[in-house]
């Protein structure tokens, strides 16, 4: 798969290594700034910072670390960000529509997912025919590789050049009002009701 490249911090091996002597070795290993910073677990872009220069690394990185024991550092990727959204069908699993996201402030984190006005979306995504036909291509094989189950989200961003990047795999994708699976669902010609009655159907079929 097609990642930005990152490094993983634990809070032990933080604390062991020295916090100095640590993020010296993230410009050579993940290529530059800028980078993102976010838990390794926690979902809803929780603890998600972007930094631009070396001097407010540690502070991302210790508010990551406030929400779990590890947090990842990223290399930023310039682009369209998607959700693409996954639903296992009888055969085989089908990929809804890309759901484009655009926030105001340029950053899609937990204040621009949850306050209205804040993030425009399009579904389906602006993408090129050739594009969104790759797109739809990682997120199956994602879907696929990890076993999951019932439904996922494939969070990517398309860069300059038109390449998309695997940014995570959310396995339990919201469903408020403003989330994007019920957004790219509706988009497929699938309410919200129907949604939930398919993800309920499919998940008793493992109970009988």
């Known amino acids: 798969m097609p990642t930005p490249a990152w490094v993983t911090f634990t809070a032990d091996a933080f604390k062991e290594m020295g916090a100095a002597s640590a993020l010296d070795l993230v410009p050579q290993a993940v290529g ?7 838990p390794t677990k926690q979902g809803s872009a929780l603890g998600l910072a972007r930094v631009d220069v070396p001097e407010t ?11 779990g024991d ?11 960000e998607l ?18 996201m655009v926030a105001k402030s340029g950053l899609f984190d937990f204040t621009a997912m949850y306050t209205r006005g804040e993030t425009e979306y399009y579904c389906p995504a602006r993408l090129a025919p050739e594009t969104a036909e790759e797109v739809a291509r990682l997120a199956c094989v994602c879907h696929t590789l990890l076993g999951c189950r019932d439904v996922s989200r494939v969070d990517m961003v398309v860069d300059a050049d038109g390449r998309p990047w695997v940014l995570e795999v959310n396995t339990s994708p919201g469903m408020t009002e403003t ?6 669902a509706e988009t497929a010609g699938l309410s919200f009701q129907l949604l939930v009655d398919r993800l309920t159907r499919s998940a008793l079929t493992r109970r009988v």
Do not use: H, N, Q, Y
């Not at 550092?73 to 682009?79: C, K």
């Not at 989330?179 to 790219?184: I, T």
């Open 179 to 184: 989330s994007l699976l019920p957004m790219a």
């Open 83 to 100: 959700a693409v959204s996954v639903l296992d069908g009888p055969d085989a699993p089908e990929v809804l529509p890309a759901v484009e």
């Open 57 to 67: 690394l540690p502070e991302a990185l210790l508010s990551a670390l406030s929400f």
């Open 32 to 38: 530059g700034f800028p980078v993102v910073v976010k």
């Open 70 to 80: 590890a947090a990842i550092v990223e290399r930023w990727v310039e682009g369209t």
